[in-house]
């Protein structure tokens, strides 16, 4: 197999990465001006397949584009899903204070309540010593629930906060692994280009070319560590 098939092969499995990205709905790329269309794994141009029309180099191109735009929704998607999670448990939690301070303002009242009834049995000894008993066995009950309220709105704000935390850091990680994927095909770029260059202006020897080969196969096996991780 001469070195030109060794090539071709190399972008045809690149091409095929590529398309096991893409998600189920188009893709739009602009190249040269000109917007392409990539779904179901083939080009389109103005609603015509254009797949076998283009050559490898271009096709690789657009796919590329493609799965970048297509794993960048992912990701889109998937933190505008653990975002809304967190909302939704940011607002449970500001539902349960609210149910708190409510719970604070009727034990309020109900101790302005239990003042006057303590006044009222200073006149009247026997009313005053059940209301004071009827009195104490409420507030006991009433801060046993306070208590209980207050612990459940605790334990959901730091539920929503874990929530938040977690979502920011899986963004971070999704954003670093997207970065490593792009400087693994910048590299992978620059060395089919340095080496088609030399190539080009008859400068590699034969064990030059072996070993820049060699170095293409390797940033390609980057690319495809660095796609899988995504």
């Known amino acids: 197999m001469n070195n ?4 071709t092969m190399k972008y045809y499995i690149i091409l095929l990465f590529l398309s096991l990205s893409f998600t189920s709905f188009a893709q739009e790329v602009t190249k040269e001006g000109k917007i392409y269309e ?3 794994e083939k080009i389109f141009f103005d609603g015509i397949d254009v797949t076998q029309v283009l050559t490898l180099e271009e096709r690789t191109f657009i796919f590329k584009e493609a799965a970048l735009i297509s794993e960048k929704m992912k990701i889109t998607e998937a933190a505008k899903l653990k975002a809304e999670q967190a909302q939704k448990a940011a607002d449970q939690a500001k539902l349960e204070a609210q ?13 302005d309540t239990v003042k006057k009834a303590e006044e009222k049995v200073l006149k009247e000894a ?3 010593k ?5 009195s104490i066995k409420e507030k006991e009950e009433l801060a046993d629930k306070l208590e209980k309220e207050t612990k459940k709105a605790e334990k959901a704000q730091k539920k929503a906060e874990k929530a938040q935390k977690k979502a920011e850091k899986e963004i971070k990680k999704k954003e670093k692994l997207q970065s490593n994927f792009e400087k693994a095909e910048s590299n992978l770029e620059k060395g089919k280009k340095k080496y088609e260059k030399l190539k080009r202006k008859g400068k590699l020897s034969p064990q030059d070319e072996i070993k820049w080969l060699d170095k293409i196969d390797k940033l390609t096996e980057k690319v495809t560590k660095a796609k899988r991780k995504l």
Do not use: F, G, H, R
């Open 4 to 7: 030109k098939n060794i090539y």
């Open 38 to 40: 990539v779904k179901n």
């Open 99 to 111: 149910k708190v301070k409510e719970a604070e303002e009727k034990a309020k009242l109900e101790a």
């Open 126 to 128: 026997e009313k005053a």
């Open 130 to 134: 059940k209301a004071e008993e009827k």
